[in-house]
């Protein structure tokens, strides 16, 4: 299988959060530096048993990866043991950590083998990534979870320019809706975004207002060819900062 080449540089430097800023960290579940088998022995047993009830290894492998490298990644934030840490889940099944004076908010996200994980001290945040391609029932899709103004908006562009401005607007939503936990796809369509390609990624209106929308901070990346994603966060103007991993921690 080819492995995914991530386009962001591997940052150097310490592990320390600073205020107002998100890091995001992209990965290859499949090149993590770190062993499938090395990463069940940090999971907690209510992780192992959800690995169990995959039919197929690929994907049992991928979500093994995908928590051990999430609990890799924030082992070494809070300076402790991957398998020391404990995760409590929201009504919709958003993962936190148990321990809130530790002061962490992350969110992660896969789309095939490409990973990404967002990481803040200030507040809440989602994360959403794609891989961008045509799809048959773009128009169909965007009639009943995106705007008028959006659908309209789709339609109109040229077939070349379809997948991005599609995926623009799916990740940047699924986004938003990570960031508040709720989970409410029926919401979509009120949460209205930029979406052209070359245009700067922001919230343009939430459920027929224009003025709550500065409270927010929304990013568009691109961590890889061909994928697409999407940050977002209640906070406005934080300062975005991507990295690829394996990293050196220092």
Request: proline share 6%.
């Amino acid at each position: 299988m080819t492995r995914i080449k991530i386009d962001w540089p591997e940052p150097s430097g310490g592990w320390t959060i600073a205020e107002e800023t998100v890091y995001i960290w992209a990965a290859d579940l499949t090149n993590t530096g770190t062993p499938v088998a090395e990463y069940s022995q940090t999971l907690s047993p209510d992780e192992l048993e959800r690995a169990k009830r995959f039919r197929f290894e690929r994907h049992r492998d991928r979500f093994i990866a995908g928590r051990g490298w999430l609990r890799a990644v924030l082992a070494t934030y809070l300076q402790t043991y991957p398998g020391e840490i404990q995760f409590e889940y929201s009504q919709r099944g958003k993962p936190g950590l148990k321990d809130a004076s530790a002061g962490l908010h992350f969110n992660l996200t896969h789309c095939e083998d490409l990973a990404l994980l967002a990481v803040t001290r200030t507040c809440p945040v989602g994360v959403d990534v794609e891989r961008a391609r045509a799809l048959g029932d773009a128009d169909d899709i965007a009639v009943r979870f995106f705007s008028t103004r959006e659908s309209e908006g789709l339609k109109s562009l040229p077939d070349a320019e379809k997948p991005v401005a599609f995926f623009n607007l799916w990740t940047r939503k699924e986004a938003w809706l990570k960031a508040t936990g709720e989970g409410l796809s029926e919401s979509l369509n009120q949460v209205e975004v930029s979406f052209l390609a070359g245009e700067p990624a922001r919230l343009v209106r939430l459920f027929g207002k224009s003025d709550s929308v500065r409270q927010w901070t929304i990013a568009g990346l691109m961590p890889a060819v061909e994928f697409i994603g999407a940050l977002a966060a209640p906070a406005p103007n934080l300062k975005t900062i991507c990295g690829r991993w394996p990293a050196r921690a220092g």
